[in-house]
């Protein structure tokens, strides 16, 4: 579509882009703080919580939380995600399939979500560097990167006081990226 071609319309799109991926990184940022069972008290958790409620209230009414896992946040994105690309379908007079829109929209959601586990460790590691020992404002890395992490420092001990189990978790992250989500990823592009 020709809309798209001029510098206003990619303005417009990059724009459109930028709030929905915004809208669903705080979203899976609520789902992984959740898991990790971050402290509620801190700040910014309170600040997710009250921009994302609104969003997966009529979701929690039909999928209440359980325990540890927050699905209103991964269904909420889903849905956003999947009304992203039927959008993106209708302003240029392209005709997604429900599939395509499916799985375009979940390995979206997958890719977001493991790159947020991905930056979350990195900076977790330079935050550990730079200001060890415990600090309340850099407390909530350590709690969000703690469920990733534990499975590989049980399997990785430490060596000489060297944690090496954030290089294992980038790597697993990042193969599981290439490997599992790019495959989908192919398939959902045969759909289109």
């Not at 995600?81 to 390995?107: H, K, M, N, P, Y």
């Not at 090496?164 to 697993?172: E, F, N, R, T, W």
Request: charged share 10%.
């Amino acid at each position: 579509m020709e809309t798209f071609s001029s510098p206003v319309g990619q303005g417009g799109l990059f724009l459109f882009q930028f709030l929905i991926g915004l809208v669903i990184f705080v979203l899976m940022l609520r789902f992984l703080m959740r898991v990790a069972h971050v402290d509620w008290r801190n700040p910014i958790v309170h600040f997710v919580a009250k921009v994302t409620n609104p969003l997966c209230a009529p979701v929690n009414k039909v999928l209440p939380s359980r325990g540890r896992w927050d699905w209103a946040a991964i269904v909420t994105a889903l849905m956003i995600q999947g009304l992203f690309v039927w959008v993106i379908g209708l302003l240029t007079e392209r005709d997604f399939g429900v599939a395509a829109i499916v799985l375009a929209s979940t390995t979206e959601i997958m890719n977001q979500l493991l790159d947020m586990m991905f930056w979350l460790i990195i900076i977790q590691v330079i935050l550990s560097w730079v200001s060890p020992g415990y600090n309340p404002n850099t407390e909530i890395f350590n709690q969000l990167t703690r469920p990733i992490l534990t499975p590989f420092q049980r399997l990785i001990p430490p060596i000489s006081g060297l944690d090496l189990s954030p290089i294992a978790a980038i790597v697993s992250i990042k193969l599981f990226q290439i490997v599992v989500v790019g495959s989908i990823v192919q398939v959902a592009q045969g759909l289109l």
